[in-house]
T-cell receptor
């Protein structure tokens, strides 16, 4: 099993450019999440999708949009990238909802905005 | 959401037992305590979860006192490969807005 797969693994953008981070899970999980992690810090929740067809804001949603394309896929879009969005982005999924459900993470996507 | 407080960093030597304590004074009745491990350039990985008393698995033990205002992750006989950041999370089913915090950086020396 691949688990949670994120693409791309690395990306460099110029300020104002747009891009979409893709995430897919093959564990038939209901819930999916996008986090960002800045150097030396913990993970901060950007958006989550409790189930297919639903999305909701997390702790730091500004500047991002998401789409739960189907049960497997959850994408994160930056419409107009800013240097403050330079970070490592992690996608995660869980079978159960919320904190009591074990989160399975992807390997991360490292984004640099110049 | 219950806030958690952990030491920023800890050092240990191979073969020692390591105990990392997390404070969560505002834990709610329905909250569980979960610990994750993160290696450099990887996503976090689930280690253990508990509600009260003691939980043990093949990797670690989790001790939770009766008042549940703190918890201790115990790693027996650590090795160099246990060098990582360890996060304590507190929350309940349906609590999607998980807060990871800065975690505890454990450095295991030879």
């Amino acid at each position: 099993n691949a688990g949670v797969t994120q693409t791309p693994k690395f990306q460099v953008l110029k300020t104002g450019q747009s891009m979409t981070l893709q995430c897919a899970q093959d564990m038939n999980h209901n819930s999916m999440y996008w986090y960002r992690q800045d150097p030396g810090m913990g993970l901060r929740l950007i958006y989550y999708s409790a189930s297919e067809g639903t999305t909701d804001k997390g702790e730091v949603p500004n500047g991002y949009n998401v789409s739960r394309l189907n049960k497997r896929e959850f994408s994160l879009r930056l419409e107009s990238a800013a240097p403050s969005q330079t970070s490592v982005y992690f996608c995660a999924s869980s079978e159960e909802s919320g904190v009591t459900g074990e989160l399975f993470f992807g390997e991360g996507s490292r984004l640099t905005v110049l | 959401l219950a806030k958690t407080t952990q030491p920023i960093s800890m050092d240990s030597y191979e073969g020692q037992e390591v105990n990392i304590t997390c404070s969560h004074n505002n834990i709610a009745t329905n909250d569980y305590i979960t610990w994750y491990q993160q290696f450099p350039s990887q996503g976090p990985r689930f280690i253990i979860q508990g509600y009260k008393t003691k939980v043990t698995n093949e990797v670690a033990s989790l001790f939770i006192p009766a008042d549940r205002k703190s918890s201790t992750l115990s790693l027996p006989r650590v090795s160099l490969s246990d060098t990582a950041v360890y996060y304590c999370l507190v929350g309940s089913t349906g609590g999607f807005k998980t807060i990871f915090g800065a975690g505890t950086r454990l450095f295991v020396k030879a």
